[in-house]
């Protein structure tokens, strides 16, 4: 089911709208938030259904996770927001590169959709790998920590093993690491069946091959909660607050330092993981396809 560019544009302005009063409803965003995802949804479904698919299966998948156990988390996580509300910079930290890839992929094919074939361009290959990457590492990241949280299980500082609070920042769960690879193959299958009814590839070869994007994106979902968790072990501060009894990630007079340096907080720790991630699937998905 091909469309031209101009059908794809009015589908995303109006879908890009009803999200937009889903957020404002449940109040999973805030009024800049909104007003980002609305221009991100719609970049995303005007170049092609399967690159929109993927920002709107993150949203929803994250949002419903995020009040999966929200007691527990009120009581662990000192940032903690009803709902999870996120504004503007939580959205392009989240969307922001994969926004521009599809742009860029786009201008290049004339806004058609394209399989992953790097025989037919190996840019475009790695930019429609760039965009999975992108989505599989931020999906990877949201459902570890959503998940990860919830376990019984005591986390341990991914630099050096030793059990850690729940909530510092570094510290991993095989309950989350599984969650990350459940994550990217999420978006590895919403990528490939949106792309079934919507792109037609040059030969049943290349057809078939997409298959394989399913376990890049598996792979890209671990890879992706690995390195955020290597910057939030090392450049993202974590410490104990006596008086709040909650692990903070600001320093202080009450805090006790646990691991990691004051450089970036969560959200310049997301951009870079997804920077990486991005960048690595492109290169995979050029090698593989």
């Known amino acids: 089911m091909e ?4 059908v794809r544009l009015i589908l995303s302005v109006f879908i890009s709208s009803l999200l937009a009063v889903r957020s404002y409803k449940r109040k999973s965003l805030d009024i800049s938030g909104i007003v980002a995802g609305f221009l991100v949804s719609t970049i995303h479904f005007a170049a092609g259904f399967r690159y929109g698919a993927l920002p709107l299966v993150f949203f929803l998948s994250s949002s419903k996770l995020t009040r999966v156990g929200e007691d527990k988390k009120r009581r662990i996580d000192v940032e903690f927001k009803e709902g999870g509300q996120r504004n503007w910079i939580q959205v392009l930290c989240n969307s922001g590169i994969a926004s521009v890839l599809v742009v860029i992929a786009s201008t290049l094919t004339g806004w058609q959709d394209k399989c992953l074939d790097s025989k037919q361009s190996v840019i475009v290959t790695a930019l429609i790998g760039g965009i999975i990457g992108h989505y599989a590492c931020c999906n990877g990241d949201t459902w570890s920590s959503e998940l990860g949280v919830l376990s019984d299980a005591q986390p341990r500082l991914i630099t050096t093993l030793k059990p850690v609070k729940k909530g510092t920042n570094g510290g991993v769960t095989k309950a989350g690491l599984l969650a990350a690879v459940a994550a990217g193959a999420t978006m590895g299958v919403t990528f490939l069946v949106f792309g079934m009814f919507t792109v037609r590839c040059a030969t049943s070869d290349v057809a078939l091959k997409q298959l394989l994007v399913i376990p890049v994106s598996a792979l890209a979902g671990l890879c992706g909660s690995l390195i955020d968790s290597v910057l939030g072990a090392t450049i993202q501060f974590s410490g104990f607050c006596s008086v709040r009894n909650k692990v903070v990630g600001k320093p ?11 450089i970036l907080d969560n959200n310049g720790v997301n951009f870079v993981s997804v920077l990486l991630t991005s960048f690595l699937t492109s290169i995979a998905s050029v090698c593989i396809f």
């Open 3 to 6: 469309t031209s560019p101009q």
């Open 252 to 262: 202080g007079p009450t805090v006790k330092k646990i691991s990691g340096v004051d």
